[in-house]
């Protein structure tokens, strides 16, 4: 069983929380929580979603909402890259799920961003020992939903792609991806969205312990 990182694995919606909030406290000193600023921060951050490259968020953040002490642009991806990745927090529901999966069967993960930030995240949620394979797509010079990552890890794992399931939340990117490699995806969908596309994911789960029951 394959797993996609970032609002599979771990929420990023909520360490982007905790990075706001950091950047709250760094660079507005009095400002209390605003949720219009927290808003546009997200807005800001799902723009630059899938890029290596921050330096947008924060420029265009404190464009918006001038600060009292304002990051250099040089330092930007330097700032992000070092702290970002320590917002993140694993649940213990989802750590003990994928422990129990791993007494079964093989598992990994395919993920794409940069090699620094994922490696850090991973590091920082002690995931690194759990997983037999851990793909990072900046490492492995290919991207979601591009195919040929995911036949990486078929290879590497020395499995067929028909015995693979792949887990993530994105249909197009991890669902139709995977499934263009001949694995099945099931679509992690916590918040129920409604499938607007005409991809058909082998599953539909909104709680990792529905993946128990793949357990075979």
């Known amino acids: 069983m394959l797993f996609d990182l970032d609002d599979t694995l771990l929420d990023r919606d909520h360490a982007v929380d ?10 507005y000193p009095g400002v209390k929580h605003s949720a219009i600023m927290l808003q546009k921060f997200k807005e800001y951050d799902k723009r630059s979603y899938g890029s290596n490259d921050k330096t947008k968020v924060l420029e265009s953040f404190f464009d918006e909402f001038p600060s009292k002490y304002r990051l250099p642009r040089n330092d930007i991806q330097d700032y992000w890259n070092s702290n970002f990745p320590n917002c993140f927090s694993i649940d213990q529901n989802t750590a003990n799920i994928v422990n129990a999966i791993k007494m079964h069967m093989k598992i990994g993960i395919i ?8 490696k850090a995240k991973i590091l920082k949620t002690n995931l690194t020992n759990c997983f037999d394979i851990i793909i990072i797509s900046e490492e492995a010079g290919l991207r979601k939903p591009d195919k040929r990552i995911f036949e990486l890890a078929i290879n590497m794992l020395n499995v067929q ?6 887990v993530g939340d994105d249909l197009v990117i991890d669902i139709d991806g995977c499934q263009n ?36």
């Open 111 to 118: 993920t794409n961003g940069a090699s620094q930030r994922q």
């Open 18 to 27: 905790n990075m706001f909030l950091m950047i709250l406290e760094k660079c």
């Open 161 to 166: 792609p028909e015995a693979v399931l792949f």
């Open 181 to 216: 490699a001949n694995m099945k995806g099931i679509w992690f969908n916590p918040h129920m969205k409604k499938n607007d596309t005409e991809i058909k994911p082998y599953a539909e789960i909104e709680s990792f312990d529905r993946l128990l029951n793949f357990i075979t």
